[in-house]
Structure formats: structure tokens, C-alpha cells
């Protein structure tokens, strides 16, 4: 079983940058895609970021795209999120979460495994 804990969240101004973790347990995850999704009280948890098995394709959802970088270190069995330029916008619980394939898209069912999520509060 795989176990994902996300950290990095927090408070910040917006414009400010925070850097978001996802350490993996349970196995090596050195050939399985890894994304990020967020989700707000009002709203369905969105897609936010992808990146493949060995980093070497990325992608994101239009509304962060240019301002967020996703990326992980295998050895480390660890997905990141830098994020900069922060809107109030961005405020959610961002959830981590593997699939068992190199590489998925955008779609949730695409993803096998998920975090318990960290708090972002981007203020105005």
C-alpha cells in the first residue's frame, strides 16, 4: 500500500510563493505518474498539475499554468509543486496523488493513490 503526506502549506499573501511536498511510502514510485489536484468548499476538486514517471513530460491546468512548476526526485520518492505569483484564488486543500501508470492526464479516475491533503490560504 502506498502512503502519500503532503506538506508545505500555509498562509501567504498573495503574490507569494509556496513550495509544496509529497513524500511517498510503501513503494518506489520511480515509474508511476504523480499529480496534484485542489480542492475548495464550494467547489468539485479540480485538477492541478501531472508530471510522468521520469519528470520528462509535465502538465497543468490552464489556471496555473505559467505560474506553477510541478516536478519530483525519485530518489527521494517525492513529488513538488512551486508555486508563485499566489491570488486568493489559489486557496484550497491540495491533495497529491499517483497513478499506477507512467503516465495519465488530467482525469481523477486516472489516479490510484491520495494524500490526506495540506491547506494553501492565499490572502488579498
Known amino acids: 500500500q502506498v502512503q502519500l503526506v503532503e506538506s508545505g502549506g500555509g498562509l501567504v499573501q498573495a503574490g507569494g510563493s509556496l513550495r509544496l511536498s509529497c513524500a511517498a511510502s510503501g513503494r518506489t514510485l520511480s515509474t508511476n505518474a504523480m499529480g496534484w489536484f485542489r480542492k475548495t468548499p464550494e467547489k468539485e476538486r479540480e485538477f492541478v498539475a501531472v508530471?510522468?514517471?521520469?519528470?520528462?513530460?509535465?502538465y497543468y491546468a490552464d489556471s496555473v499554468k505559467g505560474r506553477f512548476t510541478v516536478s519530483r526526485d525519485n530518489a527521494k520518492n517525492t513529488v513538488y509543486l512551486q508555486m508563485n505569483s499566489l491570488k486568493f484564488e489559489d486557496t484550497a486543500v491540495y491533495y497529491c496523488?499517483?497513478?499506477?501508470?507512467?503516465?495519465?492526464?488530467?482525469?481523477?479516475?486516472?489516479?490510484?493513490?491520495w494524500g490526506q491533503g495540506t491547506q494553501v490560504t492565499v490572502s488579498s
Open positions: 496523488a499517483v497513478s499506477r501508470q507512467p503516465v495519465v492526464g488530467s482525469a481523477e479516475y486516472e489516479y490510484d493513490y
Open positions: 508530471i510522468s514517471w521520469n519528470g520528462g513530460s509535465t
